[in-house]
Nanobody
């Protein structure tokens, strides 16, 4: 059973916005969290990460459009996505590691994953 539970995906028109949520166990409070996505036929792509001190980093493909945040009281990590494009269509995953956020942002550095939430952007 996945320790992380994502929600908030769905269909949206190009130019629209969505906010994804990831609920984590309380004991993950000090973990680094990240959001990844994977489109059919493509490798999993790291999008953004956030440290326990709220330091954030973004991939160039989403910088300026996506924002990662975390609410420690709610044990929830968010990904706000604005100005969505059809090429943002993918399954979006939340990931966590008890270590500091890796550089570069690679999936092999994360031990805990959710099952994903689908985002579909229509033109």
């Amino acid at each position: 059973q996945a320790q992380l539970v994502e929600s908030g995906g769905g269909p949206v028109q190009a130019g629209g916005s969505l906010r994804l949520s990831c609920v984590a166990p309380e004991r993950y409070e000090s973990y680094c969290f990240a959001w990844f996505r994977q489109a059919p036929g493509s490798e999993r792509e790291g999008l953004a990460n956030i440290e326990q001190d709220f330091t954030r980093k973004y991939a160039g493909s989403v910088k300026g459009r996506f924002r990662i945040s975390r609410d420690k009281a709610m044990n929830t990590i968010y990904l706000e996505m604005n100005n969505l494009k059809p090429e943002d269509t993918a399954m979006y995953y939340c990931a966590a590691t008890p270590f500091i956020c890796p550089e570069p942002l690679t999936e092999t550095a994360f031990q805990f994953w959710g099952e994903g939430t689908q985002v579909t952007v229509s033109a």
